[in-house]
Nanobody
């Protein structure tokens, strides 16, 4: 069984920063892509950032230059450093990972709330 646990969300003023973490645990053989998604109230979930096992990254256009995704393969953990936060970044942020146990499957964390407000 695999678990993904996010942490680091909270309330921050516009222009502030937060760092999200997502740690995977359980019967893990290998982890491929690790991604962050977000869902704002009344909106569809959207892809925010992703990182491959080798470190190749990709970002939603609206967060490029403000957000940085990274991972620590030894700790099975992915991070999202969020700078220059805007009110429109307010959402529940969730991580997703492609994990091989006995088979390859996608796993999701429970989500962490990020609120950007003065």
């Amino acid at each position: 069984q695999v678990q993904l646990v996010e942490s680091g969300g909270g309330l921050v003023q516009p222009g502030g920063s937060l760092r999200l973490s997502c740690a995977a645990s359980g019967n893990i053989f290998r982890i491929y892509d690790m991604d962050w998604y977000r869902q704002a109230p009344g909106k569809q979930r959207e892809f925010v950032a992703g990182i491959g096992k080798g470190g190749l990254t990709r970002y939603l256009d609206s967060v490029k230059g403000r957000f940085t995704i990274s991972r620590d393969n030894a700790k099975n953990t992915v991070y999202l450093q969020m700078n220059s936060l805007k009110p429109e970044d307010t959402a529940v942020y969730s991580c997703k990972a492609e994990i091989v146990t006995t088979i390859l499957d996608n796993y999701w964390g429970q989500g962490t709330q990020v609120t950007v407000s003065s």
